[in-house]
């Protein structure tokens, strides 16, 4: 893997995604003796989307160009290192340093919208450096437009901190501080952020076929019909939201279908490492949430009913050998078997 990051650094990021990455690489540099204002910076334009032990090195701001500016001048650093969110807080610090002449590092941390996180209201800033994850993600990023002479693949460092992860936290303290129960086998239901950040269809319908409301509903829906055959006062099902959702997001639908004698619990907010680490079962569509179920070898099954798009048809992290549902019609089995083999 290619971390080369020479000198002094400015980071910045705006989503869950962007600041896994990123905070990744800060732990490299925090565990070689790197010190936080003296050899790095980092900037975020979003709240709740990364651990409370990063609060006090990562500075909250919305983007203004003369506040940027000033920040560069001060701090005289090497390079900006960017993630690659679908909103332009990024894109203004990579033009800003394209602008004065500083060095511009961008991870692509996914497979999907290679070029469009480049383009902004029809103004595309590439910057000297194109970090993806594998060899298929650079094929699929030339192929969207972005110049091969600027793609290096660099791997993951987020990747590699997962499959290391260990929780601080014992499981019976974990789970008391979001009053689940220890000793009840736990399925945890990812949620996403899928209804506004897709296209919808003509009809409507997310251009995927499914989204994080019609997933849930089904695995609702199938659960309630294995009430006679699943004894779910063994179990407890934790919906974990994305950290963009609202709290009662699903409230509409878990007030409507509930399957008898199984506990719903809402979890906001979370280590979602640490709840993936925790958790007995694992159901989930292709959030980077599932990404590290697969990469923590959770028992994990990917529920896409009606999929007409699967974002995570490159992904090359042993999701050969993951567990799909895309049809309704089986998916009560489906989850019988997985609940109790």
């Known amino acids: 893997m290619n971390y080369n990051l020479k000198g002094k650094g400015i980071f910045v990021f705006s989503d869950p995604a962007g600041a896994n990455s990123v905070l990744a690489l800060i ?45 560069i001048d001060d701090f005289k650093p090497d390079y900006i290192f960017s993630a690659t969110s679908m909103n332009d807080f990024e894109h203004q610090w990579r033009k800003l340093a394209k602008n004065n002449n500083l060095k511009t590092i961008a991870f692509i941390d996914h497979w999907t919208s290679y070029y469009e996180r480049f383009s902004f209201k029809g103004e595309t800033v590439f910057t000297d450096e194109i970090w993806v994850i594998n060899d298929v993600a650079k094929k699929e990023a030339i192929k969207a437009g972005i110049p091969e002479d600027l793609i290096i693949i660099s791997g993951n460092p987020y990747y590699e901190k997962v499959k290391r992860f260990k929780p601080k936290i014992a499981k019976y303290n974990f789970f008391a501080k979001y009053k689940l129960n220890p000793t009840k086998k736990t399925i945890l239901f990812i949620s996403d952020d899928i209804k506004r950040s897709f296209q919808s269809d003509e009809n409507g319908n997310c251009v995927l076929g499914f989204d994080e409301y019609t997933i849930l509903r089904d695995i609702l829906q199938g659960l309630k019909k294995l009430e006679n055959k699943i004894d779910y006062q063994k179990y407890q099902l934790v919906l974990k939201l994305h950290p963009r959702d609202e709290v009662d997001k699903f409230k509409f639908i878990t007030d409507s279908i509930i399957p008898q004698n199984l506990k719903i619990h809402i979890l906001p907010k979370c280590n979602p490492l640490t709840i993936n680490y925790y958790s007995d079962y694992v159901l989930g569509m292709f959030s980077n949430m599932v990404i590290e179920a697969i990469l923590m070898n959770k028992k994990l099954l990917r529920t896409q009913i009606n999929e007409k798009i699967d974002p995570l048809i490159s992904f090359k992290i042993s999701i050969d050998n993951t567990p799909k549902i895309t049809l309704k019609d089986v998916l009560v089995d489906t989850i019988y078997k997985f609940l109790e083999l």
């Open 27 to 71: 732990d490299n540099f925090l565990a070689k003796g790197k010190q936080h204002g003296k050899d790095f910076l980092i900037f975020t334009n979003s709240v709740g989307i990364f651990s409370k032990s990063y609060e006090n090195i990562v500075k909250r701001i919305e983007f203004n160009e003369g506040k940027a500016k000033r920040i």
